[in-house]
């Protein structure tokens, strides 16, 4: 019969279309580890020779103040460039690694994350944190949700300003908002909408390291999650974001 066809070709259709989807897969997996192997030997071997020559040539180096400029910024950049990758591979496993979703502590995800960041010790910022409760997540994609919105609510203050923090969460009944404030430079309104993207940097012009890949990472594990993630500043008096996530009421899936 006509709907037994329709119901064949239809099947069809999703066989083929789930093919081309896992060779995709495969190739992304390809590519990662392309990127993870091939390209960061050379460099690592960069950064070992520029910081061996500096060490060894040290005495020399002093009397030429050029050269040493030439070779840290070599080292500089190596590292930067590293760092990219990495980024860039934790973005493509983010994106690609299934997630089965359960009940996780956000109090302990906070907790571990800044005892593995020296930038956010009691020494150097004041974290603030009310009690989160939890939320349904993956927790691996949750430390790096939290990692990449902690460290950047540290990094990005005027000068001389102790960094402050403040964490707690609004609890929309299905749904839970983890609020990130701080008292950095902000982000103007214009500039918002590009805030989550790949490789977007707002401030290039100031000295602010970064590889504009972490709030994209933020806002993909976020969505795998079944989540979202948005910011409100006037880019003058710091920026709040936020996350927001299942309750742990909301029945878990795959």
Request: proline fraction near 5%.
């Amino acid at each position: 019969s006509e709907l037994k066809k329709a119901h064949n070709e239809l099947e069809d259709r999703v066989r083929e279309r789930t093919s081309s989807l896992q060779a995709a897969i495969a190739q992304m997996e390809e590519f990662s580890y392309t990127v993870s192997h091939d390209l960061r030997a050379p460099l690592r071997s960069m950064c070992m020779y520029s910081s061996v020559l500096m060490e060894e040539l040290a005495p020399s180096l002093a009397e030429n103040p050029t050269a040493m400029h030439h070779l840290t910024r070599i080292a500089v950049n190596c590292e930067r460039l590293d760092n990219m990758i990495q980024d860039v591979l934790t973005f493509g496993r983010v994106a690609r690694e299934g997630l089965k979703l359960e009940p996780v502590s956000l109090d302990e995800v906070v907790r571990d994350v800044i005892d593995h960041h020296p930038s956010l010790d009691a020494s150097v910022a004041e974290v603030v944190i009310e009690h989160l409760g939890e939320v349904l997540g993956h927790e691996p994609s949750l430390v790096q949700v939290v990692s990449n919105l902690l460290v950047n609510a540290v990094k990005f203050v005027s000068p001389g300003v102790r960094p402050v923090v403040r964490l707690h969460v609004e609890d929309k009944g299905i749904s839970k908002r983890l609020w990130v404030e701080d008292n950095g430079i902000g982000v103007e309104p214009r500039f918002q909408h590009r805030l989550f993207g790949l490789f977007e940097r707002l401030h290039p012009e100031l000295s602010y390291e970064g590889t504009g890949v972490g709030l994209a990472i933020v806002a993909k594990a976020a969505t795998r999650m079944g989540g979202k993630v948005g910011v409100e500043s006037d880019g003058v008096h710091g920026s709040k974001f936020w996350v927001e996530l299942p309750s742990v009421m909301v029945a878990p899936h795959e």
